[in-house]
């Protein structure tokens, strides 16, 4: 039996879920698993071998064989990725590449290729991972799950801020409506829809900071003494 602890933080995009859950990892020194990453990297390979994005079996073999790699940058502490060879880091964040996975992860298959990958990362001596299905499906059995959400208009905004940061032109209409068009699907879909887990504490990060969230989690993992 694996005995490393796992952490589950899933949520909607734009809840501060990627943030909070590099930040426990690093305080923790735990191990990081963003699912969301694999999707999105199954998305971009998808794309790079012609595969098309409703080919479920095309798709399942693309993800069971996915040559991919999550490599801990210890300057900026931060995970690159890299698939086939190739740094994706920054191109796996683009809008379209997340609708893409948002897409081909309502495909059994291609969440049943993805599994065994994602509970591999569960290593000692603890694992934060992050995602939409952690605490419901992948890591079931996790003492601490975490569901972290934020007004659909707040999860806009943040994501606008982003982006202006890096001098894209968008505007906050079309961005709000494609978080809604994404929580929609995500929420909707029939295997491993984004939902809180029956165990999972709910926080709503819309008015909550990031230090504020990071406190909470970390005061819930030492009532339940899980950090050594
Ligand atoms: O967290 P993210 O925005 O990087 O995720 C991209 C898409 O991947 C998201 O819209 C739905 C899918 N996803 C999923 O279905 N299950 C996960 N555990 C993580 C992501």
Redesign the pocket.
């Known amino acids: 039996m694996n005995e490393a602890v796992v952490i589950t933080i ?1 949520g909607p ?1 734009g809840s501060g879920k ?1 943030t909070v859950a590099g930040l426990l990892a690093s305080t923790l020194q735990w191990h990081l698993l ?7 990297v199954l998305a971009l390979a998808a794309q790079k071998h012609n595969v098309a994005l409703d080919d479920e079996h095309a798709l399942a073999t693309l993800a069971t064989d996915l040559d991919v790699q999550f490599v801990l940058d210890s300057d900026s502490n931060s995970q690159r990725i890299v698939l086939e060879k190739s740094d994706v880091t920054d191109t796996i964040r683009n809008e379209t590449v ?1 609708a893409h ?2 897409q081909i ?1 309502v495909l059994p298959a291609v ?1 049943a290729g993805l599994l065994r990958r994602q509970q591999d990362f569960q290593q000692a001596p603890g694992l934060i991972a ?5 605490g419901t499906v ?1 890591f079931a059995e996790a003492p601490l799950k975490v569901f972290l959400t934020a007004s659909a208009e707040e999860r806009a905004r943040r994501r606008y801020l982003q982006l202006k940061d890096k001098g894209e032109t968008v505007t906050l209409t079309s961005l709000l409506e494609e978080i809604r068009a ?1 929580d929609e ?2 929420t909707n879909r029939s295997i ?1 829809p984004l939902k809180p887990a029956d165990d999972a504490i709910i926080l709503d990060s819309t008015t909550m900071t990031i230090e504020q969230v990071l406190e909470r989690i970390l005061s819930e993992v030492a009532v339940r003494s899980l950090a050594g």
Do not use: I, P, Q
């Not at 963003?34 to 999105?40: E, H, M, P, Q, T």
């Not at 992050?130 to 952690?134: F, K, L, T």
């Open positions: 899933d995009s990627g963003d699912s969301g990453a694999l999707y999105r997340g996975a948002s992860a969440r992050d995602g939409r299905d952690m992948v994404r699907r995500d491993a």
